[in-house]
């Protein structure tokens, strides 16, 4: 083989690498774009159920509560549609507070009457209406009534 082979063997495996490494950036690139579409969606979801006064803030949440136990604490009032436990992003556990989200308004403000201030676990539960924060209007999630 003669040297301009293997330059052009080098050149064809410097492209290859370089095919591969964007073919893996698009799918990356791909990838945030549908989970930054997803989490708009989510945004949006929430923003209107705020509006709608169907989004509660349950405050005190005992570590064992779970997602099942808000389900059954809040189920007697009405039809619940969403169910969201914030967790810490380094030890994963919940932060004390969820969002129940409710069909209907009517549900929402029923709950908020009859479980604020009760207690679920041993610990005395605060419950409002959802109200959108500073961060959620940037695209970050709801808050507590203030």
Same mark, same amino acid.
């Given at each position: 083989?003669?040297?301009?082979?293997?330059?052009?063997?080098?050149?064809?495996?410097?492209?290859?690498?370089?095919?591969?490494?964007?073919?893996?950036?698009?799918?990356?690139?791909?990838?945030?774009?549908?989970?930054?579409?997803?989490?708009?969606?989510?945004?949006?979801?929430?923003?209107?159920?705020?509006?709608?006064?169907?989004?509660?803030? $349950?405050?005190?949440? =005992?570590?064992?509560? @779970?997602?099942? *136990?808000? +389900?059954?604490?809040?189920?007697? &009032?009405? !039809? $619940?549609?969403?169910? =969201?436990?914030?967790? @810490?992003?380094? *030890?994963? +556990?919940?932060?004390?507070?969820? &969002?129940? !989200?409710?069909?209907?308004? =009517?549900?929402?403000?029923?709950?908020?009457?009859?479980?604020?201030?009760?207690?679920? &676990?041993?610990?005395?539960?605060?419950?409002?209406?959802?109200?959108?924060?500073?961060?959620?209007?940037?695209?970050?999630?709801?808050?507590?009534?203030?």
């Amino acid at each position: 083989m003669n040297p301009r082979d293997y330059t052009w063997i080098e050149t064809i495996r410097r492209l290859r690498n370089g095919v591969d490494c964007i073919n893996s950036l698009l799918k990356t690139s791909v990838l945030w774009n549908l989970r930054l579409l997803a989490y708009q969606a989510d945004v949006e979801r929430s923003d209107l159920a705020v509006n709608k006064k169907t989004l509660l803030y $349950v405050g005190g949440l =005992e570590e064992q509560v @779970d997602e099942k *136990t808000v +389900h059954a604490a809040f189920v007697p &009032f009405g !039809e $619940v549609v969403h169910i =969201e436990l914030p967790r @810490d992003q380094l *030890t994963h +556990h919940h932060r004390g507070f969820a &969002f129940v !989200e409710f069909e209907e308004p =009517e549900d929402a403000a029923h709950a908020i009457e009859n479980m604020n201030d009760s207690e679920l &676990f041993g610990r005395v539960l605060k419950v409002n209406h959802a109200r959108p924060s500073a961060m959620s209007r940037e695209g970050g999630h709801p808050t507590k009534n203030a």
